[in-house]
């Protein structure tokens, strides 16, 4: 009796062990990579390596960087403000007006200095300040859709607040293309007419693929506020898109 009374002891121990649920353990499983223990270069940085490494790289990059000193002193970059110049004295103070009234002579002369030789082809750019084209509603307002093909121009969802004129679609719609800048320049020197090329400039990428040939301006700058430039109705809008200047 003394003999099996520890044995089922025993045994009513085992059995509660082995009744009783085990934990998971959140240890993650072992790895070289997790314990950051995979075989490591570590160089000495001893004075003469450093020089060496110092060296090696001066005499790659010194010589690109000359190169691209020389070639960036070959660029003319000419830089001309002109939006108060251009008003009258009288409007200087309301240049709205001024824009929107169709009466006053928006014509400028300006006259510049070329001081080193310019080589062809000479770019001209226009550079607009305080102008916040990264507003969310302004970037969303355009229909992509709608600039692709002639059978989506209905498609003016996202335009608003320039979607409808008149109950009709506005081709193209959006605040982007109704705030397009419309100054247009023309360039002389000593009395003579320079010709200025506005085509074979832009992505081939985006003419074949963002903008379609077949879209053309409908509906487009007939409201009482006027943003930007008037689009002529028999050429494409994927011209207007990519006109820029060359010389």
């Not at 993650?28 to 950051?36: D, L």
């Not at 075989?39 to 005499?59: D, E, G, H, N, Q």
């Not at 009258?88 to 103070?93: F, I, K, L, M, V």
């Not at 247009?184 to 320079?194: A, G, H, K, V």
Request: proline share 6%.
């Amino acid at each position: 009796m003394s003999s099996s009374t520890p044995s089922s002891s025993a045994g009513g121990v085992g059995s509660a062990d082995s009744a009783a649920p085990r934990r998971n353990s959140k240890r993650p499983k072992y790895s070289k990579f997790t314990q950051q223990e995979l075989p490591a270069c570590k160089p000495i940085l001893t004075p003469r390596w450093v020089i060496s490494a110092f060296m090696l790289v001066s005499i790659v990059f010194i010589p690109i960087g000359v190169v691209s000193l020389f070639a960036s002193r070959d660029v003319v970059e000419i830089i001309d403000r002109y939006e108060t110049a251009c008003l009258p004295q009288n409007y200087r103070n309301d240049k709205v007006s001024f824009i929107q009234n169709n009466a006053t002579d928006k014509a400028c002369n300006r006259t510049l200095t070329v001081k080193k030789l310019m080589k062809q082809p000479i770019y001209v750019y226009y550079q607009l300040d305080n102008f916040y084209q990264n507003h969310r509603r302004y970037v969303k307002s355009r229909s992509d859709s709608q600039l692709k093909g002639r059978n989506s121009e209905d498609d003016v969802s996202a335009c608003k607040p320039e979607d409808m004129s008149n109950g009709q679609p506005i081709v193209p719609c959006g605040l982007i293309a109704w705030s397009l800048f419309n100054d247009t320049y023309d360039f002389s020197l000593n009395n003579q007419q320079l010709a200025v090329n506005k085509r074979g400039i832009s992505w081939k990428s985006d003419r074949d693929s963002k903008f379609g040939k077949d879209v053309f301006p409908k509906n487009f700058q007939n409201g009482s506020l006027i943003g930007g430039k008037h689009l002529d109705s028999s050429v494409p809008v994927s011209f207007h898109h990519f006109s820029s200047v060359i010389i």
